[in-house]
Nanobody
Framework: QVQLEESGGGLVQAGGSLRLSCAAS????????MGWFRQAPGQEREFVAD????????NYADSVKGRFAISRDNAKRTVYLQMNRLKPEDTAVYYC???????????????WGQGTQVTVSS
């Protein structure tokens, strides 16, 4: 079982930065794929970024590429999302998730945090 707790959300002006953290419990953190997702009001949850267990491989949604950076510290069992040049359309609840490689490729996520609100004012 893995438990995830996000922190670092808040209110920021457009163009500003925030860093989200996700602290994980469980012995399998270093081998778990970790991802960040977000859900804006009235919209479906969408993928933001993910990172492999060893931190070597990362992927980003086109909408955040070049502005957001995902990283992890396996010794601290924490994954981060550095968000720069924030835009009002980045406003959402941000969730971290833990998963594994899927048999047919890609990743599948089994554990989710409660989310942290990010609000970007114009």
């Amino acid at each position: 079982q893995v438990q995830l707790e996000e922190s670092g959300g808040g209110l920021v002006q457009a163009g500003g930065s925030l860093r989200l953290s996700c602290a994980a419990s469980g012995r399998t953190f270093s081998t778990s794929v970790m991802g960040w997702f977000r859900q804006a009001p009235g919209q479906e949850r969408e993928f933001v970024a993910d990172i492999s267990g060893n931190g070597v491989y990362t992927n980003y949604a086109d909408s955040v590429k070049g502005r957001f950076a995902i990283s992890r510290d396996n010794a601290k069992r924490t994954v981060y999302l550095q968000m720069n040049r924030l835009k009002p359309e980045d406003t959402a609840v941000y969730y971290c998730a833990a998963g594994r490689e899927a048999a047919r490729g890609g990743y599948e996520y089994m554990y989710w945090g409660q989310g942290t609100q990010v609000t970007v004012s114009s």
